[in-house]
């Protein structure tokens, strides 16, 4: 969730005018903790209510929590699939060229 979170976290600040970044940021913390208490809910009752051993397609999923991780992996990938059309770049400006930019990062010991 960590790396989510950050990525998320950044695209809120980069998008969002700086006025209005405390509003968004709030909707946002406040849901994602809304998303994470469901998802532990829900998580929680499929393990407790799915059958130890269930055939799908064939296939003997023999662990109740594999159950879970496949639903939470396929609802995962559907919300992502979703929301990519939504995606836009927000900010306006020249793109740095690759070659500059990684020489940045190339070269440096650590030591002045």
Request: hydrophobic residues 50%; aromatic residues 10%; without cysteine.
């Amino acid at each position: 969730m960590g790396r989510l979170n950050l990525s998320a976290g950044h695209f809120v600040y980069d998008s969002v005018p700086r006025e209005k970044r405390p509003l968004y940021n709030a909707v946002h913390n406040i849901l994602t903790a809304f998303a994470l208490a469901a998802g532990a809910g829900l998580g929680g009752f499929f393990a407790a209510h799915v059958p130890a051993t269930t055939r799908v397609f064939g296939f003997a999923l023999g662990n109740s929590l594999l159950w879970v991780f496949l639903i939470s992996r396929l609802a995962r990938l559907n919300t992502a699939l979703a929301f990519i059309p939504l995606l836009r770049e927000m900010r306006t400006g020249t793109v740095a060229p690759p070659r500059p930019l990684a020489m940045l990062f190339v070269g440096r010991t650590g030591s002045p």
